[in-house]
């Protein structure tokens, strides 16, 4: 059985689809925790509407960065011993659990469960779909396993097997790693949780199945709103890199640090707002080719650095 947490920040149009997502489920066998962070937009009063007696309103007073608090909460109030998550701005297809269920069937052992999803925009207009990258390059193995090594190198290469509405824990594992990183950062704590969990977790199983939709465009989101900051990730990947001798995984670990790194500069630029200069923020020696590139155009005017962002952000699905 699957303990569902939405966190909730003023979301009001877009919550009775996500919140319907859940509903809809082919699988019957959960409960839905919504944690309000202190909206003021009327996206309490509507969770509170709700009647299924699967549900269940938390509220906290103040609003917490990135919903990390929210999801903390909703871990503390979760009964059942698989947590799974979902944005207040996104949503599931009915078979989403179901598929969750048949990978912890096919791989017991499993701390972490993962599934694909799709990105949509405002403006595809055509109904298209984008299915995210690590799917696009894994889809053919199927249902397969995968280990931090696995994890660090698709994410270095900016196909990340994990996102938000696609992955499922083991509750004692997230309660173990210290769940989400509250108070720590505005941005990158999904990543970091994530990072924690697989390194400490140690196993996790992947479908293809697309079973979720990440909307892109949608009101109040942290991509769009915060600058840029190094993230929480910064400081995990150094405790854990000194916590072991292996060599290709500290390495693994900084380049996956500076990919990171550089990802969000880029986000930062794409919005509009003036990310700085990355020298003295990323590790030289673990740089990748393209990574060097935008550190050095980093420093340079921001007209330039916008010609070199929509260099490196060129669309994936042409």
């Known amino acids: 059985m699957f303990s569902v947490i939405i966190p909730i920040y003023n979301k009001f149009p877009h919550l009775d689809r996500s919140i319907n997502s859940v509903l809809n489920q082919k699988f019957k066998e959960w409960e839905l925790l919504l944690v309000d962070d202190g909206s003021t937009d009327g996206s309490l009063e509507k969770a509170k509407t709700y009647s299924d007696n699967r549900i269940q309103v938390f509220q906290r007073n ?3 960065p990135g919903g990390y608090a929210a999801r903390n909460l909703g871990i503390a109030k979760a009964k059942y011993d698989w947590a799974v998550f979902l944005d207040a701005d996104d949503e599931w297809l009915d078979n989403h659990l179901e598929t969750f269920f048949e990978l912890i069937k096919f791989q017991p052992k499993a701390k972490i469960i993962s599934s694909s999803w799709t990105d949509n925009f ?22 397969h396993e995968i280990e931090i090594k696995a994890y660090l190198k698709n994410s270095i290469m900016g196909a990340p097997p994990f996102w938000t509405g696609a992955v499922g824990f083991q509750k004692k594992l997230l309660k173990d790693i210290g769940g989400f990183p509250e108070g720590r950062c505005k941005r990158g704590g999904d990543v970091d949780t994530w990072l924690r969990a697989i390194f400490y977790g140690e196993l996790a199983i992947w479908s293809p199945e697309l ?3 990440y909307h892109r465009d949608s009101v109040n989101m942290v991509t769009k709103v915060e600058g840029f900051e190094m993230g929480c990730e910064a400081t995990t990947v150094k405790h854990l890199a000194s916590s072991i001798t292996d060599k290709q995984i500290i390495r693994l670990l900084f380049q996956f640090l500076n990919a990171r790194i ?4 880029l986000q930062t630029l794409r919005v509009g707002r003036n990310p700085g ?5 990323v590790k030289w020696k673990y740089l990748t080719r ?3 590139v935008i550190t050095l155009s980093s420093i340079l005017p921001s007209t330039i650095s916008k010609r070199i962002y929509r260099w490196a952000s060129k669309a994936k699905y042409d």
């Open 62 to 64: 103040e609003p917490g």
């Open 122 to 143: 405002e403006e595809n207009k055509e109904g298209r779909f984008f299915p995210n990258s690590y799917h696009i390059k894994h889809k053919a193995r199927g249902v």
């Open 211 to 213: 079973t979720v939709v």
């Open 262 to 265: 550089v990802s969000r500069w």
């Open 277 to 281: 200069s990355l020298w003295g923020k």
């Open 290 to 292: 393209k990574g060097l």
